[in-house]
């Protein structure tokens, strides 16, 4: 039986497609369209799943939507009519987008589905919001039972939930509702230091350890009320989500001394002490509803999704308190991983149908779930532009890349099937030399186009995490940060705080130390042999040829562009930027030997900078 699981119509629009319960594919929309977070109907990656799970014209047996829209129209419209009449221009710039579109799901999926060739289904199955990041969280964890957390902005009613996961069954037994929200307390730190909400919050993560949480009382005594198992409840007062189109008001920018950050304007102290400051009152929420969740389910293993599950300094504070005995979180966390939750959740909880639990490796593949390139298709591509390339034996593939590596160039690697969710985990991936100390600033300014403070991270070895940072199992999908072992620190003079934010970025701090944060941290991607032997075997070629197990990892992209996903996409990035390698499956491309390339000076347009 093949069900269907589309996400869509508020941001990262997603398809995925489960056959008798295993996870065949799964791809966000913004990759084939290019356009980042894509919201709309994820019509190319319905396509793209129907195709790689061998779906014909028969069309899927069932199809689900991720959350239910009758519901959040209630929730919208009630809090409309809560606030009157303020909120006016926002009402009238959501309701007809709502009327038109957004609750008219079941004839749009069905028309969709026709205009593929493919037959619809009459009925079209719906799972609550946070049901469905529940589910992503557990079907495919390598756990038999487990506490389940969702943390979000907002579903329907929903901001966060707590359950329990036992063999096929998923029980949802409490929650938070809007407007107590901790996403959207953290989006609102985010649009006020200048960043974009929905996708800049990794950003703030990022800042957070330049500043000082000298913001964190005043957090607690103004913004929110904390209770001891993690329950809370916000002040209104200091926000304008419910009636405005901003995250915060005049009382917000009157309690941190001045008004939101412009965008693109130059970060200061107070943006960094602020990003601190929130980073730590998130921590202290996560923490306390994780230590809620033992105590209530009485569970040892603890699943994460949602918005929030991004998170990962958060992430790593669970771990490393010891919470729970381990923690297993979905790497398509936000809105996209709903599309597989969905899915699994029919097939688990609606139809009752077993699960398979492996209890070593988890069911998502690596989330290597998107598509894939053949050897003839990448020729015939490159052949036909004239794109000058050369193909390594398969013995010499990978040594080669490392020479690369070793030799301080970026080299930009598409091979494989493309990762399902925010992040590249080796398949869609920059990869460079963590040894270089200007790597950090090379790789953001001249490859990225992005902010110089935003740290990298590694791609480790599985069999060699232990040597270089203090995490004792795998983290195969970067949503843990962990420290760097402090026998490869260097000494600090002390004086940072005092250096321009450029100075501080560039400063030295470990051995490795274009991964190595601020406070000698890392956002650690375990690499596994079994799970992705071609980028296992780039990285011990590395490490054969340089001792260091262990590579930068960057997605592949340039800011404000999606992860690339096809051959074209990866060319055109490769020449856009000072990359020096293109590795397209089996074969390397090197700059200096390609065309000419023209293209107009304000490519960057096409995107949205932030």
């Known amino acids: 039986m093949k069900v269907l699981g589309i996400s869509c119509y508020y941001h990262d629009a997603a398809a995925c497609l489960v056959d008798d319960g295993v996870i065949v594919a799964a791809a966000q929309e913004e990759r084939f369209t290019r356009k980042k977070h894509d919201a709309d109907f994820p019509e190319n990656a319905v396509k793209y799943c129907l195709a790689e799970g061998n779906v014909g014209s028969e069309g899927p047996d069932a199809v689900v939507f991720y959350d239910k829209p009758i519901l959040k129209f209630h929730r919208i419209l009630e809090t409309y009519f809560s606030v009157a009449p303020h909120g006016l221009r926002t009402f009238m710039k959501a309701i007809p987008l709502w009327v038109k579109q957004k609750l008219w799901v079941t004839p749009r999926i069905q ?275 004239g794109y000058v390339y050369e193909q390594p034996s398969t013995d010499e593939w990978a040594d080669q890349i490392a020479q690369e590596i070793e030799e301080q160039k970026v080299v930009g690697l598409l091979h494989g099937r493309m990762e399902f969710g925010p992040r590249a985990l080796g398949n869609r991936s920059i990869i460079g030399d963590p040894r270089s100390p200007r790597m950090q600033s090379i790789m953001n300014l001249k490859i990225k186009y992005r902010e110089s403070f935003r740290p990298f991270a590694p791609s480790c070895l599985e069999e060699r995490v232990g040597d270089f940072f203090d995490l004792d199992g795998p983290s195969p999908y970067m949503l843990l940060v962990a420290p760097v072992k402090s026998e490869r620190h260097t000494e600090s003079s002390g004086d940072e705080q005092s250096l321009d934010l450029m100075e501080w970025v560039n400063r030295p701090r470990s051995d490795v130390p274009a991964i190595t944060h601020v406070d000698y941290s890392a956002r650690i991607q375990s690499v596994s042999r079994e799970t992705n032997p071609r980028y296992h075997a780039i990285i011990s070629e590395f490490e054969r040829r340089t001792g260091f197990g262990i590579v930068i990892n960057t997605s592949f992209n340039v800011r404000g562009e999606p992860i690339v996903c096809t051959p074209e996409d990866a060319y055109r990035c490769f020449m856009r930027t000072e990359m020096d390698t293109l590795v397209l499956g089996p074969f390397l491309l090197r700059k200096q030997a390609q065309p000419g390339w023209t293209e107009k000076e304000s490519w960057q347009e096409e995107f949205a900078l932030d």
């Open 111 to 385: 028309d969709s589905l026709k205009a593929l060739g493919v037959n619809a289904p009459d009925k079209i199955f719906y799972s609550e919001h946070h049901e469905s990041h529940a589910a992503s969280a557990f079907y495919p964890s390598p756990f038999e039972e487990a506490a389940v957390l969702t943390l979000d902005g907002v579903g329907e009613w929903s901001t966060a939930t707590l359950g329990v996961g036992r063999g096929n069954r998923l029980e949802l037994q409490q929650e938070i509702r809007f407007p107590h929200s901790l996403g959207l307390l953290y989006s609102a730190f985010t649009y006020f230091t200048g960043f974009r909400v929905n996708s800049g919050e990794y950003k703030l993560m990022g800042l957070a350890p330049y500043g000082e949480p000298r913001y964190v009382q005043l957090i607690f005594e103004h913004l929110i009320d904390l209770k001891e198992d993690g329950s809370f409840r916000l002040n209104e007062d200091y926000f304008d989500y419910l009636s405005g189109l901003t995250m915060t008001n005049d009382k917000f920018a009157e309690l941190f001394g001045g008004p939101a950050r412009a965008s693109e304007s130059p970060i200061t102290r107070r943006e960094m002490d602020i990003a601190r400051s929130i980073q730590e009152v998130t921590e202290e929420i996560v923490l306390r509803i994780a230590r809620h969740a033992r105590k209530h389910t009485g569970m040892k293993y603890l699943c994460l999704a949602g918005g929030v599950a991004l998170n990962c300094v958060a992430n790593g504070r669970i771990v490393r308190e010891k919470i729970f005995e381990d923690v297993w979180i979905q790497p398509a966390s936000g809105d996209a991983g709903g599309a597989l939750g969905a899915a699994l959740a029919f097939w688990h909880n609606g139809l009752d149908k077993p699960r398979t639990v492996d209890g070593r490796r988890d069911a998502m593949r690596g989330s290597y779930l998107g598509p894939e390139f053949s050897e003839a298709s990448i020729r015939e591509f490159l052949d036909a532009r």
